[in-house]
């Protein structure tokens, strides 16, 4: 069965950095597409970071441009995010997500989430 196992999440201050991992078993990593989106308190899913299958293309929402990069070990069955100069504002429960087709750009619809790891930026 599909599973998605996020860690490294935790307290950090504001212009501090984390790495997100998110471990895959049970399909063919190196096929899907995978995301990342995080849900802060008291507000909606906000889709965060996408990359394509093979790496080769990374998307991002405005609100992390510049400062979180995604990318993928597909030996490792592994995507990261690496979160920079954060802010109280990206204080939130973070999560990988599968994209539902196997192609290298995907759809950024999803049929698997993992469990999420929260990230709390505070001094």
């Known amino acids: 069965q599909v599973q998605l196992v996020e860690s490294g999440g935790g307290l950090a201050q504001p212009g501090g950095s984390l790495r997100l991992s998110c471990a895959a078993s049970g399909f063919t990593f190196s096929s899907y597409a995978m995301s990342w989106a995080r849900q802060a308190p008291g507000k909606g899913l906000e889709w965060v970071s996408h990359i394509y299958s093979d790496g080769s293309v990374t998307q991002y929402a405005d609100s992390v441009k510049g400062r979180f990069t995604i990318s993928r070990d597909n030996a490792k069955n592994t995507v990261y995010l690496q979160m920079n100069s954060l802010k109280p504002e990206d204080t939130a429960l973070y999560y990988c997500?599968?994209?539902?087709?196997?192609?290298?750009?995907?759809?950024?619809?999803?049929?698997?989430w993992g469990q999420g790891t929260q990230v709390t930026v505070s001094s």
């Open positions: 997500a599968k994209d539902r087709a196997a192609s290298a750009a995907g759809t950024r619809e999803y049929d698997y």
